[in-house]
């Protein structure tokens, strides 16, 4: 596996490649960002990976400068798999040598509620980088997790409407024997806290069998599930019942004719904001 630093080296390991396989990360990977290379592996060659923890997707009060940076244990790890031919791993002077002005700026009905409504600015760091990612790896193929639902959803719409040359690839989400779904933020969890934190997938669950029982109100739906993960001493940010095609909600006419739904929660265990969700 080739290692670089600089986006001259990138360019250089990767000219004249027309089948490029592509997964971002902010590093710290786990069992789950392994599992998209695999599959960024099947779908083409060479596969490149990235590693940037990227500054302007955190908020003031977010954990940027204590997120895990573990890039040798990463290198590592990605070593001993053989999926990559490239790790890309840039500091923030390479990718920013100076103010990122020019931003992406997603739209609000898409990018401004659930993750958006809670950290404004997010997904206009996320798009940002993504799109600067792109122009430097040039995939034909990038691969995202379905954990992070509404990123997956505002990069397609991204690519589709700036007529980007690259297939999105949806990996689903990967999940610990308890259910809870895999996440670099989870090594912040305490013991008691990591017992407690399969709860959010058994709420999502339950919130599922409810749904195909035929309990329509999504209104109802949410106000359980934040009662729920409340009562448990969980802060929720969210706990919501969406269209799967543009995350707003459904209609109750919409569900009873079939709509591909999911359903997304967001919420705070002692000091770590966990999310996920669960399609129906």
């Not at 990767?14 to 592509?22: K, M, S, W, Y």
């Not at 053989?82 to 890309?88: C, K, N, P, T």
């Not at 669950?205 to 359980?224: F, I, N, P, Y």
Request: net charge negative; proline share 6%.
């Amino acid at each position: 596996m080739k290692v670089v630093h600089t986006i001259e080296e990138l360019r250089d390991q990767l000219r004249g490649q027309l089948r490029v396989a592509f997964v971002p990360t902010m590093g710290n990977l786990h069992p789950a960002h392994l599992a998209l290379m695999k599959m960024a592996r099947q779908h083409g060659d060479p596969v490149v990976a990235s590693i940037f923890v990227n500054p302007l997707q955190f908020g003031p009060d977010e954990d940027f400068s204590e997120y895990p940076r573990t890039l040798e244990d990463d290198i590592r790890k990605l070593e001993q798999e053989r999926d990559v031919y490239v790790l890309f791993a840039p500091n923030e002077k390479e990718m920013y040598p100076e103010p990122q002005n020019f931003q992406i700026q997603p739209p609000g009905g898409l990018g401004g509620i659930l993750e958006g409504a809670v950290r404004p600015g997010f997904f206009t760091g996320v798009s940002t980088v993504v799109m600067k990612l792109f122009s430097c790896v040039q995939p034909r193929v990038a691969v995202f997790g379905k954990k992070d639902y509404q990123q997956l959803m505002v990069i397609r719409n991204m690519c589709r409407q700036f007529q980007l040359p690259v297939d999105i690839l949806a990996h689903e989400t990967v999940r610990d024997a308890d259910g809870l779904a895999l996440s670099s933020r989870n090594r912040y969890l305490s013991a008691h806290e990591r017992a407690e934190a399969t709860q959010l997938y058994a709420a999502l669950s339950a919130a599922r069998e409810q749904v195909l029982d035929g309990k329509l109100d999504t209104d109802t739906l949410s106000a359980w599930g934040h009662q729920l993960l409340s009562d448990r001493g969980w802060q929720v940010d969210y706990f919501s019942l969406r269209r799967q095609r543009d995350l707003l909600a459904p209609e109750p006419h919409e569900i009873e004719q079939g709509e591909p739904l999911v359903i997304l929660a967001a919420a705070r265990l002692g000091d770590t904001r966990l999310i996920d969700n669960l399609e129906i």
